[in-house]
Structure formats: C-alpha cells, structure tokens
C-alpha cells in the first residue's frame, strides 16, 4: 500500500508530469509554427511515450531534501515577528506538565526522541547524561502526535519535520525521564525556562559560559549538515503549511542525573 504522504507527494509530481507532457505535445507545436526555429520543434517529442518520466519517489525525496535545507537557511535569520508569546513554560501555572516529588525536589517530565538504545535497560533507574540532551516536555509531542492519522512511515517523517530533523533521521524509540527543572535550559539567548518567550537578544546577566556555546553552536548550524534551529524556543517545523513553529523546546545539561521512567518504540508511544 502507498504511504499516505509518500502517496500524496507521488500524486503530485505526477499531476506536474501530466502538465509536462501536455506542454511539449500542444504549446510547443503549436509555438514552434508560429515562431520558433526548426531546430527547437525536432527537441520537442512528439508523443508522450517519447518523454522520459523520472521516478516519483526519487522527486519527492529530491522535495524532501530541498525543504529541509530552505528550512536551514530560513532559520539562520530572525525576524521579531517570528518571536513566540506562548510557549511551554516548566513551571507550576503550566498545569499542563507531568510532575513528581524525588527526594524533596520536584521533577518534571521529558521525552527525547533517539536511535540509541543505551536508555533501553535503564527505565526506572538514574542515568547520568554524558552530553546535552534536546528534549520537550511532556504530553506536548504526545498530543500532537496524536492529532495525526498516518501509517508508521508517513509518522516519522511527520514528526522529523515537526521537530526540526532531516528527513530519514533514524529516530526509532522515544525516551520519557524525570529532569529537575534546575537542569533544563531554553537553546535561546535569554536561558529561562519559566518565561513563555524568547527574546532575540542576550539578557544583560547572561552567562559567559551560556553565550559561548550559543555561538558555537549557531555557527555550525546553518551549513548543508545542519539544523533549522531557530533560536526561539521552539523548533522549526519545515512541514507545515500554516506556521514554522513546531514544539517548545528544552536542553537538558550535560552532567544532568535523570530517571528514565520509559522507553517506547516511535509508533508505541503516540498509541
């Protein structure tokens, strides 16, 4: 059976074939009498078996691969109309987050979506992160998620484009785990995770050591192997027609000790 999105892209470029062959088999002979020279009319073929029809899927992953990378260079600039006032706030007023008290610290839900299967025999169990991990809070992804009626594969591309990845990323199971709110970060200039917004300028307290990797980062973000990060808060949703914002989005720091409460394969999790 064709996948839904693969299926639709298919219809598409084959609609654009259709108005291709149309052109070369009445504009063009009809132009070629009028006004254009002998040599161009024999170029033009005469009946449709003549036209070459490149392959469907191979345009839409052409399609695929060019959005994600206009996506890219969008991203690498802002505009304030582009500024967000309403985004995920890790705090009590979000009454919409999934806490629990650990040890008289309140810890909050998150879910990243990976290919590593090193969370696999950890649920239950404290993990110390050895790198940053980007990730958001808990049910947002989930509930958008669920809003879509697509077979696995039209999922997880949905969801790549969602999130900000390229298409064929190779995520494969979603891990939920307990953070402490004191170890999340917004990838934003101003780090605050209790602010529904994100300004496009650092805070005059900014911390050096915040500022550094904010600029290393959006230096190798926005070459052909990068990301659309927008810097924003949240991430850029290259497959949307409406709006280029996607999901808020948290970094949770490097040293961080989280509690891995679940790990589900992509389509599990949205079930």
């Known amino acids: 059976m064709m996948k839904q999105l693969i299926g639709i892209c298919t219809r598409f470029v084959g609609w654009l074939l259709g108005l291709t062959a149309l052109f070369y088999l009445i504009v063009l002979p009809t132009q070629s009498s009028l006004a254009i020279p002998v ?14 029809q490149p392959d469907p899927l191979s345009m839409c992953e052409l399609l695929l691969k060019r959005s994600f990378l206009k996506a890219i260079e969008d991203a690498q600039y802002i505009q304030e109309l582009e500024v967000y006032k309403d985004l995920w706030t890790i705090d009590s007023q979000n009454t919409s987050l999934t806490w629990r008290d650990e040890q008289e610290n309140k810890q909050v839900l998150a ?31 989930r509930e958008f998620g669920r809003t ?33 709110p004191s170890d999340l970060f917004r990838p934003c200039p101003d780090t605050e995770i209790s602010d529904n917004t994100c ?40 497959g949307s027609l409406d709006t280029e914002r996607g999901a808020s989005e948290f970094v949770i720091k ?8 679940s790990v589900k394969p992509t389509v599990e999790y949205f079930q």
């Open 199 to 238: 300004g496009l300028d650092f805070p005059q307290n900014v911390e050096l050591t915040h500022k550094d990797w904010f600029d290393k980062l959006k230096l190798v973000s926005y070459g052909s192997t990068g990301y659309p990060w927008t810097r924003l808060g949240y991430t850029y949703d290259w």
């Open 254 to 261: 490097k040293g961080a000790k989280v509690i891995v409460k």
């Open 39 to 52: 040599q161009v009319g024999l170029l033009a073929p005469t009946s449709l078996a003549q036209i070459t």
């Open 148 to 180: 879509l009626n697509l077979d696995s594969e039209s999922l997880t591309l949905r969801l790549e484009q969602y999130l900000g990845l390229p298409p064929h990323n190779g995520k494969t199971r979603f891990v939920e785990m307990w953070v402490n």
């Open 111 to 141: 879910v990243t979506w990976t290919s590593w299967n090193g969370y696999d025999d950890k649920v239950g169990l404290p993990v110390e992160l050895s790198r940053e991990v980007w990730v958001t809070a808990v049910p947002e992804l």
